[in-house]
């Protein structure tokens, strides 16, 4: 299983930024997607996660600003990240765990300047 994760880059405090994951399998197959993200010099965080009945979970540091989502028709899976903060910098990952298996995109950084 793939994941090809896309959007991030530069932001100011308080600005937006949307995340993409494009799995390289069907959404039915995956019953879990989350987004994690690692900060310099910390450990990777679970930041928000769906899974294929539509349950959300949020990290207590992202939720209310954060949103993540799934179109299943586009097989993709997005995190709406708004009122960004300079401790949301750091590199997100797109993971998907299928049957006990986590697998993991590329990673793509957000750069939060206040």
């Known amino acids: 299983v793939q994941l090809q994760a896309s959007g991030g880059g530069l932001a100011q405090a308080g600005e937006s930024l949307r995340l993409s994951c494009a799995p390289s399998?069907?959404?039915?197959?995956?019953?879990?997607m989350n987004w994690y993200r690692q900060a310099p010099g910390k450990q990777r965080e679970l930041v928000a996660e769906v899974t294929s009945s539509e349950n959300k979970g949020y990290a207590a540091a992202v939720k209310g600003r954060f949103t993540i989502s799934r179109d299943n028709a586009k097989n993709t899976v997005y995190l709406d990240m708004d009122s960004l903060k300079p401790e949301d910098t750091g590199v997100y990952y797109c993971?998907?765990?299928?049957?006990?298996?986590?697998?993991w995109g590329q990673g793509t950084q957000v750069t939060v300047s206040s």
């Open positions: 993971n998907a765990i299928i049957r006990g298996v986590y697998y």
């Open positions: 399998i069907s959404f039915f197959n995956i019953p879990i």
